[in-house]
């Protein structure tokens, strides 16, 4: 298992979304190209060879944006495993719904945009 | 994956689903699709006239921005023969609406539409943070709803127009719909989706997104790059819309047409007329002109009670009890400038910052 690969994302929050994220709209990311299939984020001396693993998808990437990024009020991103209804996803400028959403499976260099519709008109 | 090629041309990659149909098209084609289906919306409802005087409610958010957009391309496409305007209500919040307004002032030379911007300062002599100073956050939403009603009627009075569109879209309008039901409010159900209203001495509004979901108004908006505001109210918390606004998108997310069913549903309610009946008639406010369905409009009722320092006055039947015990409003009480209806008020010119 090559552990030591990683892949780099840019990622985008817009919408009122920034406001979660230092109310920063752009930020470069570098995650493990593998990972864990529970989506923990946290490698720790427990993890071992036997546990099971998958290439680094959206939904993994969800989770990292949460555990590392995100400053404040988990709730207003994610809810039940996914974006909170409301949240827009983007990868490469195509709606995810097109792409497999969540399972989507990243490459380096992608861009996942984030934007939030429940900010007012 | 492999990517997908758009239904509508079988050419370009697909790079949306639509939430109404599940189509996936691409770009170019969802920027037809969208900005016709406004305009049958437009045609359909005969909202327009060659020669209107329209303006936009123009907030500097994704929904007005996008309207202010479609609207210049439909009027030159089709030949509308509109003469458009922004206009801007400056609610005196800081740090929110100062800010959203400097996106107003951009999207005013990028559209190359005169702006109007009238303050709440300007007309009742209280901001909005001025107002929260005194009544606190719970009934805030109230007043600003109340002022900004007829202070839109008053902007569009002084440009001198026939018609404020605005840029409710599908989701606020079910939104609207689930809170009406909520609360009961059978007489508003029945008015809550009409398309367009029209009073006798009111000026004309209507909603041309009525049927466009807003995720393809964030995304028009993103894949046109336009410039909007996108900050919440530092002083929204209406907590009921919110929950209803939550429980919507949860059901939108399990089933998309969940949007235009329930706006389906609201048109099928068939107000009775006993409900009608009960439905105050329409006069003039005593002291400021404007339209009411009491001897005071509901803003200067609003207005007495900040003025009188008993701000929650018009918010309670108790309270405004205990006003009317302490005497009639005083003498020298600050008052909102009589309102002219649109007919009677000649057509003269009025100062607006010209692009
Ligand atoms: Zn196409
Ligand atoms: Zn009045």
New binding site residues.
Partial sequence: MSTTSTIKLKVEFSGGLELLFSNQRSHRIEIPAVVPSDNSTIIDATSKAGDKTKSADVTYLMYHLRDHLLKERVELFMEAGTVRPGILVLINDTDWELEGEGEYVLKDGDEIVFISTLHGG | MPPRTCGLCNNARAMLKRPKTGQQICRDCFFYVFETEVHNTITEAKLFKPGDKVAIGASGGKDSTVLAHVMKALNERYQYGLDLFLLSIDEGITGYRDDSLETVKRNQQQYDMPLKILSYDELYGWTMDAIVEQVGKKNNCTFCGVFRR?ALDRGAASLGVDHIVTGHNADDIAETVLMNIMRGDIARLGRCTLICTEGEDTIKRSKPFKYAYEKEIVMYAYFKKLDYFSTECIYSPDAYRGHARVFLKDLEAARPSAIIDIIHSGEAFEVSEEVKATQKVQQT??????M?SND??????L?EGLERGVANSAITDRARKKLDAEGPAPENLR??PF?HAPSATPNIAIAINTP
């Fill in positions: 007829q406010c005593k002291r400021c002109g404007y009411s005071l409009c509901k803003a200067c009722t207005l008052t909102i309102y």
